[in-house]
C-alpha cells in the first residue's frame, strides 16, 4: 500500500501552503487539475520545432539538476537528462557506485553536499521506499526532489507518461477500460497508474497476476483483480503489462519463466480478446518470451517507444513546474 504522503504540521509534502508544487514525489496527494495541467504542459513541450525548442531552451537556465541513481535505469535517467538539457538546465548525472555513501556517508550528507555546489533539482531513484520522501523532508524550500522510483512504492513520472501516451493515442481516460497485467506485487509502476488512472476517472481498472502476485486486499483500492488473463483482458481498451520484478521476489512466487510466459505472456490470441483497436503498453525494461511476445511488442498496437519519447516532454513539464516556469 502507498506510504501516506505527510510533512510535521500533516500538509501534503509536495504541495505548498499556496499550492505550488514543491517535490514530485508520488500521484497521491495530486488532483485531477493538477495532474490534467501538467499534460497539457507536457503537449507544448512535444514539439520538434526550431523555434519552439529554443524559446524552451533557457527556462531552466542557472538550475543545476542531479540525477541520484542508486538503481540502474536506462529510459528514466536519460530522458531526466535529454529534459535537464532540452531547458538549459545543466545537468550531472552521479555514478553513484563512485559516491562517498560507500564509504558510510549519508544520503542526506550527500544531498546536503550538493547542495552547497548549488544543485536544485534532484531526481532520485533508489531500491529502498521512500528515500526522495526522506530527502524532500531535509531540503530548503528551493530544492525540488523528483521520485524516479522507490521500491515498490511509486514511480509517478512513469505514471505521468503512461497518461500522456493513453490521452494522445485514445483520448479521454474516463471513457477507457484498462487491464494492468503481471507482477502487481512488486510493482511501483502499477501503483502509481492505479492512482494516475483512479483521479483522472478511468471506467474500469482490471489488475491481472497470478494469486502469488497480486498484493492482498488490492481490491481495496478500487480495482478488479483477476488471475485469469483471458477475463481480464475481455474488451479492454488498454492492456499495461508489467516486467516480473526478479530482483524483488523471495521465494519461488512463479512456478518457471516458460509457464509464466504460457499463462500471463501477452501474445496475438489474447490480444485479440481486448478491444479490436486496443494498444498495448509497457514501461520498459521488457523481458521478451517472458511478459510479452516479441510480434506483439512490435506491432502496430504497440505504443513502449511513444512512451519513452513522450518521457522526455513530461520530465521537461514536471521540472519547469518545480521550477516555477510553466505559465499558463
Ligand atoms: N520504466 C523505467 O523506469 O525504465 P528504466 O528502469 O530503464 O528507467
Redesign the pocket.
Given at each position: 500500500m502507498p506510504i501516506e504522503i505527510k510533512n510535521s504540521s500533516s500538509q501534503p509534502l509536495q504541495i505548498d501552503s499556496g499550492g505550488r508544487l514543491l517535490h514530485f514525489l508520488a500521484i497521491e496527494g495530486l488532483d485531477r487539475q493538477r495532474l490534467l495541467q501538467l499534460l497539457d504542459s507536457a503537449a507544448q513541450f512535444i514539439s520538434s520545432d526550431t523555434n519552439v525548442r529554443k524559446s524552451q531552451g533557457s527556462l531552466l537556465a542557472g538550475h543545476t539538476v542531479v540525477n541520484l541513481f542508486f538503481?540502474?535505469?536506462?529510459?528514466?535517467?536519460t530522458t531526466f537528462e535529454i529534459a535537464g538539457k532540452r531547458l538549459g538546465a545543466s545537468v550531472i548525472n552521479l555514478n553513484t557506485s563512485r559516491l562517498s555513501t560507500r564509504k558510510g556517508e549519508t544520503v542526506l550528507d550527500t544531498v546536503r553536499t550538493l547542495e552547497a555546489m548549488d544543485a536544485d533539482i534532484f531526481v532520485v531513484?533508489d531500491n529502498s521506499s521512500g528515500t526522495a520522501h526522506l530527502i524532500a523532508r531535509h531540503v530548503p524550500p528551493h530544492v525540488h526532489i523528483i521520485n524516479?522510483?522507490d521500491g515498490r512504492h511509486a514511480?509517478p513520472t512513469?505514471a505521468m507518461l503512461d497518461m500522456f501516451t493513453i490521452r494522445a493515442h485514445k483520448g479521454d481516460i474516463s471513457k477507457l477500460r484498462f487491464a494492468i497485467v503481471g507482477d502487481i506485487l512488486h510493482s511501483r509502476?502499477a501503483r502509481s497508474q492505479i492512482a494516475a488512472l483512479q483521479i483522472l476517472g478511468a471506467k474500469e481498472i482490471r489488475v491481472v497476476a497470478p494469486a502469488t502476485l497480486l498484493p492482498t486486499e488490492i481490491e481495496r483500492l478500487g480495482v478488479t483483480a483477476l488471475t485469469n488473463i483471458d477475463e481480464g483482458l475481455e474488451d479492454v481498451d488498454v492492456i499495461m503489462m508489467l516486467r516480473l520484478q526478479l530482483e524483488r521476489m523471495e521465494g519461488q512466487l512463479i512456478p518457471s519463466s516458460q509457464e509464466y510466459f504460457r499463462c500471463y505472456g501477452l501474445n496475438q490470441d489474447r490480444l485479440n480478446r481486448a478491444a479490436p483497436d486496443a494498444v498495448v503498453m509497457h514501461?520498459?525494461?521488457m523481458n521478451r518470451g517472458l511478459e510479452i511476445a516479441s510480434d506483439v511488442a512490435d506491432s502496430d498496437r504497440s505504443l513502449v517507444l511513444s512512451q519513452v519519447t513522450n518521457g522526455i516532454a513530461v520530465r521537461m513539464a514536471i521540472m519547469a513546474e518545480l521550477a516555477g516556469m510553466n505559465k499558463e
Open positions: 538503481e540502474d535505469s536506462t529510459r528514466t535517467r531513484r524516479a522510483g514511480h512513469q509502476v514501461p520498459g525494461p
